[in-house]
């Protein structure tokens, strides 16, 4: 026994033995590893002195930051600091994770290899399956005979088999000699295949489209997409059309700030059609909000398609004006003009405010589609200089300025300047502690110059006009609260607010000035003819009436769970109408509009019941027994999470437009999504355009199918859904400045 034990003796000395789920041990003390420390557990760890190696059994976890590595056996040699792994391995690196039978990891490097492994990329939902993937850098791996897949399925849908495989974080895995497999089943043979591996923005060719169309044939899209950096990007759109030939589009993008940003499009196509208007065919289009130095900002926007039938023939896919008028409006704010405006507008303005006004420089261009529209006069330069209300002292009397010159051009014909000088003088008063008053009295002093006319004109060289206004207004505000008590913090408000408003505005002969802007002329047209005077819609000239309005605001308010108060909207309802002392107004066109002494009632309302409904209703009654003038419904409903909702709406114009447009989109089942979208007028009882989309969508696949009915063009598309690897480009992020 004494013999056993002296044999024993050092090799007890020799080692350190924890007990079973020992607390965490920092190895290596002497060493600064770059990441900080690791950290090592488990149920059994023993530290060999003689080579300085760390051995540990059951439940065996080794830790730096975020990084975790997880076996059921690990040993560390102090020399190499080399971890070798066995058993259930699994190396977790921030998101993505790496799991085998056995491995290596160095701890210096944090490099290393792993046997039966598979890599999972979370940010990419990237499954790499491979007998053998490799660690080569804090963000690379290297793998052998491998497949690559978004499934999560053992037997994936779709897959690609690569001979080998380099994979960068938040690059691209490049792959060579690959194979797309769909099931077990090859379909296509690559030498090589670069698939994205980014989170943020990436290059790549973005869902290719394939559709059938009854005007153009078969037309295929297959986009690239280039994120050139942080904060610029390009698109190259080739699209193939049968029976038409070969469009190409370009679009470049920027941002320069969260406020600042550009886009321009141009696209063409050499039309092989005989009844094509013309056989060179193009849209260029642009959008831009900028902010400058010194406090100026620009807005401008381009619109210059070759002929009236461009934007109707080519209205699909990516190119199409829907769709990109809807993504425009996301990211700038407006939209483009739609289909039925024959006259597109070009623009940039330039503004700068200061703390009591502002200055805007403009610029207008105008392109009719058919040589039968009249092109209005282009408007460069303009300039515009406003005041805001501006205090008299410690009068309640505030003067308000507005100045604006335009000169006014055309290819041919008439051409000239305009000056137009307006102050203004406003006082609002507050009478028995009830009434809000509110006096505006103005002059308007507009002058012309004329450099050329048109044929057969009387024009001065040199005119202009003298006209003053007035306005007075007087309105209150009631309100009684329903179901407040000391113990609720929650009740619903009513509001009414009864206003009547007297406007004069001077008459004025419109043949003595020269046309260069229709709104010099009046403020009603056929559409609006015996419409009630709206606030901000005031005409030039030509008024001597009264307007009355009533308002109804219901509002709720409730505490939320953070017990802040919560203000939500129930109804809001208008009734307006105007009673004229005078019979006729000058139009748009300097043709006096009679109109009845008394105007159309209008009554605007918008309403919430609950959160997921929203409806309104504008209408407009004649009170000579003439009818409905005006009605515009619409209707939104949406659940909670804003997956199925259903919008309709309904609006007439007596004697201009009689039309239904309503969409539905329902999230059916989890893999099941239809929509359908009508347009349908019934002046004509034509219907305008309809649209079916049915996408089929499981975890790493799914089918988009499409078919829309137009009166011009009938076309199905489809397209093939594949997350992680084909992808929508995200707009330009904050960048620095670039220009």
């Known amino acids: 026994m004494k013999l056993r034990l002296v044999i024993w003796m050092p090799v007890l000395l020799c080692c350190l033995i924890w007990p079973a789920w020992a607390e965490e041990v920092e190895i290596f003390k002497d060493l600064a590893f770059e990441g900080g420390p690791w950290l090592l557990k488990a149920d059994k760890l023993v530290y060999h002195t003689v080579d300085q190696t760390y051995e540990a059994v059951g439940r065996v976890t080794i830790r730096q930051g975020d ?13 190499t600091r080399i971890a070798e792994l066995e058993g259930n391995v699994v190396i977790v690196l921030g998101q993505d994770i790496l799991r085998g039978r056995t491995g290596r990891f160095n701890l210096v490097t944090r490099c290393g290899e792993i046997s039966e492994a598979r890599l999972f990329l979370q940010r990419n939902h990237f499954h790499v399956t491979s007998a053998l993937i490799r660690k080569t850098g ?41 194979a797309l497999r769909l ?22 060719f973005l869902m290719p489209i394939y559709s059938q169309h009854r005007a153009a044939g078969t037309v295929v899209e297959i986009p690239f997409y280039w994120a050139i950096n942080n904060y610029m990007d390009a698109t190259l759109y080739q699209m193939v059309v049968n ?22 499009r141009f696209s063409y196509i050499r039309d092989g059609k005989e009844e094509a208007p013309t056989p060179h065919r193009y849209w260029g289009v642009a959008m831009l909000n900028q902010n400058l130095p010194q406090g100026w900002s620009a807005k401008g926007t381009l619109d210059i398609p070759s002929d009236g039938q461009y934007l109707y023939d080519y209205n699909y896919g990516y190119l199409g004006l829907d769709r990109l008028s809807r993504s425009w ?57 406003g005041t805001l209300l501006l205090p008299l002292g410690s009068w309640p009397i505030h003067f308000h300025l507005n100045t604006a010159y335009t000169h006014y051009y055309h290819d041919y014909g008439l051409s000239g300047q305009r000056l137009d000088f307006h102050p203004r003088f406003s006082l ?37 006009r003298s006209l003053y206004d007035v306005k007075t207004g007087l309105s209150t505000s009631l309100f009684k609260d329903w179901g407040r008590s000391s113990g609720s913090a929650g009740f619903v408000r009513h509001v009414f607010q009864p206003r009547v408003v007297y406007y004069n505005y001077q008459n004025f002969n419109v043949n003595r000035i020269p046309q260069f802007d229709p709104f010099d002329y009046g403020w009603q047209n056929q559409v609006t003819k ?68 008394m105007s159309d009632i209008f009554l605007e309302t918008m309403a919430f019941p609950i959160e997921q409904i929203g409806l309104g209703l504008d209408t407009g009654i004649s009170p000579y027994h003439e009818g409905l003038s005006r009605m515009d419904v619409n209707l939104l409903l949406r659940d909670r999470a804003d997956r199925n909702h259903l919008n309709i709406s309904y609006i007439y114009l007596k004697n201009y437009a009689n039309q ?40 790493c696949w799914g089918v988009s199918l499409n078919f829309a009915d137009r009166s011009t063009d009938k076309y199905v598309s489809f397209s093939i859904i594949i997350p992680g690897l084909i992808e929508k480009s995200h707009a330009p992020s904050q960048g620095q400045q670039v220009l």
Request: net charge positive.
């Open 67 to 79: 990084r975790r590595i997880t076996a059921e056996y690990i040993k560390v040699h102090g020399p």
């Open 138 to 178: 804090d963000d690379t791996f290297h793998a052998e005979k491998c497949v690559v897949t978004t499934c999560d399925a053992d037997r994936p849908m779709w897959s690609f088999y690569s001979r080998e495989l380099n994979v960068k974080l938040d690059g691209y895995a490049i792959g060579k000699a690959t």
């Open 183 to 204: 099931g077990p089943i090859p379909v296509a043979f690559l030498p090589a295949a670069v698939l994205p591996v980014k989170t943020s923005r990436q290059s790549g």
């Open 243 to 264: 029976k038409r030939g070969y469009l190409q589009g370009l679009e470049y993008r920027y941002a320069w700030d969260k406020d600042s940003g550009g886009a321009a």
């Open 329 to 385: 409006a996301e990211d700038y704010g407006r939209n483009l003009e739609q289909f039925e405006v024959k006259t597109r507008v070009s623009g940039l303005v330039l503004t700068r405010n200061f703390s009591q006004g502002s200055v805007n420089f403009y610029g207008q261009y105008y392109r009719p589609l058919y040589s039968d529209i009249s092109r209005p006069l282009d408007k460069a330069p303009s300039l515009n200089v």
């Open 428 to 464: 609002n008063s507050r009478l028995f502690g009830t009434f809000d008053l509110e006096a505006v009295a103005g002059w308007r002093g507009t002058g012309y110059r004329v450099d050329s006319r048109d044929a057969g004109d009387d024009l001065n060289k040199y005119d202009g």
């Open 530 to 597: 015996n419409y009630p005077i709206f606030e901000g819609e005031e005409p030039i000239g030509g008024i001597n009436a009264t307007t009355y309005s009533l308002t109804n605001h219901f509002l709720r308010r409730s505490t939320s769970s953070t017990g802040l108060p919560h203000i939500t909207d129930l109804f809001w309802s208008r009734l307006t109408q105007s009673i004229f002392f005078n019979s006729s107004n000058y139009g748009l066109d300097g043709q006096p509009q009679p109109h009845r002494r």
């Open 660 to 699: 239904i447009n309503s969409s539905v989109f329902l999230d059916l089942f989890r893999s099941i999504k239809v929509g359908f979208s009508n347009q349908h007028t019934f002046v004509s009882g034509k219907k305008l355009e309809n649209k079916y989309s049915l996408i089929f969508q499981r975890q």
